[in-house]
């Protein structure tokens, strides 16, 4: 029978993770902005261009936790539909459920690989820039990687 407590945990952990994320960047690019010269030159240009990426990348991560939080939903009606009379209705419920939590654990993965990709591939076009010095700001704001569970739904005890 599947009990959910797994499939919770693993999600609970995932939204913190991702939670601090949207917090370090969030930190990150308001830092930056404050640090901001108002200037054309190449430095304040940078920064710029930092904060703009920090502030995307953040919305991103904002949507894969909704994503994420819409899996814990389904995670929970699955725990209550474990708690049910057996059934092929309540059958047909839970398998239609995990697969909606699964969709969503996926759309979460499928969002964060691309906000990192993002992230990174700017990290590089800033990072070779001739004039850019190399700050270590810049080295702190990449988010960290988030793995999800890959099944985490089918767990049973």
């Known amino acids: 029978m599947y009990s959910g407590s797994d499939s919770l945990d693993d999600l609970d952990d995932r ?3 991702i939670a601090g994320l949207i917090t370090h960047l969030a930190t990150a690019a ?4 404050r640090t ?5 030159d ?3 240009e940078i920064t710029r261009l930092m904060v703009t990426q920090l502030t995307h990348t953040t919305g991103a991560l904002g ?6 939080g819409a899996a ?6 699955l725990h209550q539909l474990a708690a049910s009379p057996r059934s092929a209705q309540r059958t047909t419920s839970m398998e239609a459920t995990r697969a ?8 979460t993965r499928g969002r964060l690989n691309k906000a990192g990709a993002r992230l990174h591939q700017a990290a590089d076009r800033l990072t ?25 739904a089918s767990r049973t005890r």
């Open 15 to 17: 939204v913190r993770d």
């Open 72 to 77: 814990v939903a389904h995670a929970g009606v």
């Open 128 to 152: 070779a820039t001739p004039t850019t010095p190399r700050s270590p700001r810049a080295s702190t704001t990449a988010p960290m990687p988030v793995s999800l569970p890959r099944s985490a």
């Open 30 to 33: 308001a830092f930056a902005d």
């Open 42 to 44: 190449p430095e304040a």
């Open 36 to 40: 901001l010269r108002r200037g054309r």
């Open 63 to 68: 949507h894969a936790l909704a994503d994420l």
């Open 100 to 107: 909606q939590l699964h969709a969503r654990i996926d759309s």
